[in-house]
């Protein structure tokens, strides 16, 4: 557990009420819909998973990246426009849009100094002006069903191509995180800048980096989704932010930087979709899962809290 989150006291409170949650929604689906139960838990992981891993990145670095959703409307946008008669030029273009407004971003925080919630709280301003502009402020349909049934579509009974896609980005990224320097690098980097520059660590190639990595992420996500569905919109990806935020924080990536890794940001993805499946199928409604979802992650704060357990006698 402390490998996977950083806090392990917090992250195991966590699962354990999540495996209530999720052992009552099972209960009360019945065990004939366990594969479907499981099959829309990993499409709504292979919705944020991605997201939350740019932004996970970016705020181990101690940054933080507000544009991700602005970035995921705008991509599913323009790989549905583009990609009414080629979905694979479609899809490049919505991508390559994703990382070259990344890089920009990184370039302008490193470059000029600027703070990255400034920055990227105008770019998510930008891109979401950008999308309402790339489809006329109207609702953009692709008309290939093909195309979306086959990213749909059920393998191993469980899985998806959109939610391999999203646990291969996890497998890559925990891989050179934990196998490389990469890892390192990037902790130093959000632990102490100036220590990190005097060990040798290229702290502004680190920023650029992450924030590249973030928007291309934040991008392949809105292509999959907006192909996924047939259909994109310029205000529909944008309320991703949160959901991503949460599980980040919850997956024990810490808002002072310097903490984190990609496996404990799946895994905090993996139990706020679990919540979300378990809440819903108790019928739980949309207003009350928000308040339970702020209790979920002030427990987390407090769990992380470095006075909470000497307060406990510990």
Known sequence: MRNWFGEERGAAGILIVVAFALAAALTIQGTSSVQFVLFSILQYFATIAPVALGLGLTMIAREFDLSVGGVMSLAGCIAVTVGAGDPAAGA????????????????????????????????????????????????????????????????????????????????????????????????????????????????????????????????????LLSYGLSVASPSGLTDVLVPAISAVIIGGVSLAGGRGSPVGIAFGTLILCLLNAGLNALGVSPTAQQVILSAVLFAVAISAAPRFYRRLGR
């Open 92 to 223: 490049a273009a919505g991508i390559a849009a994703g990382l070259a407004i990344g890089l920009s971003q990184g370039l302008a925080i490193t470059g000029l100094g600027i703070s990255s919630i400034s920055v990227s709280l105008g770019t998510l301003m930008t891109t979401a002006g950008l999308a309402y502009i790339v489809t006329g402020n109207l609702t953009v349909s692709l008309a290939r069903p093909d195309l979306s049934a086959a990213i749909n579509e059920q393998i191993l009974a469980i899985f998806s191509w959109r939610s391999l896609f999203a646990v291969a980005c996890v497998i890559v990224a925990g891989l050179m995180f934990g196998g490389t320097r990469i890892g390192a690098d990037l902790v130093a980097t959000g632990s102490d800048r100036a220590a990190a520059r005097t060990a040798g660590v290229r702290t502004g190639l680190m920023i650029a980096a992450v924030f590249t990595i973030s928007g291309g992420l934040a991008a392949a996500s809105g292509v």
